[in-house]
């Protein structure tokens, strides 16, 4: 098989990819003091990249993380304060304490630089408006003064991203110079299908394929027994849990996206405090009412003591979500279900 193995959504691909290193990798690498098994060259492609989320026991990925880095991506930032209060292990690699710098994918796409007015993202929407099967529309992400920078902590993992319009669908191509299979491969897939459905939006077009090449794929040793208990519920398991995750609204926006980083702001500054009422009423679709359910959670989780939130937001939450929810935080989500969970 010469091309990537096509495979529907992001479990089934990193489960294949756990399996692969886990039983045969090429090298036992210990760059910048992270033991680790490795594969040199690794790919595949996901026939539905709406399949962002695994839902996996043992992986308890965190949606709202998810979502608020895939929007901080969009609104093309780098600050620390906002993508800090969702992971707060960012914070170690920004060299000055404000900002990050080469992981900072979103700062890179979608400002303008290197004297030009348009950001990579929209010349290359231009490209692909003026010839759609153009072989062109490649944003590169990775920056070669970034090997200046001596003990860089942040060196982009992204080399570049490339759209590709093919029979009226936007498929994208990732090319990773490095990626951590059990931690950063599953938030780098969902953002970047989301910035792959937030450009076929734009460009009024269905979703392709997503393809996602990886030169060092790697399982850091610290993660080896929980990769381990991963592979083991999948093959224990009678079928995959699925939910259905649904798609972008057409109306989505650079707008839509700063309403919805306004209010995120509000919660996480602990300035609002939202009712699922109140979500309903934003205006927002309910896909991005969804996220906002999700930042209003977290600000519970973050500042509120469990016996004073009231469940509502909690219970508007679409089932994917909130199964994701409930395993990832389960003493809250059990708290607000009255011990249940
Ligand atoms: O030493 P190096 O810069 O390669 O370390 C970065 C580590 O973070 C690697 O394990 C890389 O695979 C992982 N990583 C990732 O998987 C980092 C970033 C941030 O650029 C990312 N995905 N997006």
Redesign the pocket.
Known sequence: MLTPLSLPGLEEAYLSLLRLVSEDHNHHIS??G?DAREVIGASFRLSDPRRRLPFLAERKVNPIFHFAEALWYLAGRRDLEMIGYYAPSMRSSSRDGFHLG??AYGHTIFNPANGDTLSLFDRVLELLRSESDSKRGYIPVFAADELAISDNPD????AGLHLLVRDGRLHMVCYMR???LD???LS?VFSFTMLQEFAAVQLGLEMGSYTHFIG?A?ICDRNAERVHRVLVEAVARSAPIQFPFPAMPTSTTAATVADVLEHEEALRTNKAHYSAAHIQASGLDPYWQQVLLLFEVYRQIQHDHVDAVNPDVLNALDPGLRWLVGHRWSAYAAALDGGEQ
């Open positions: 760059a910048r992270n080469g992981s060196m982009a993992c992204l490095a990626n951590d931690c950063g491969l780098d060092s790697h």
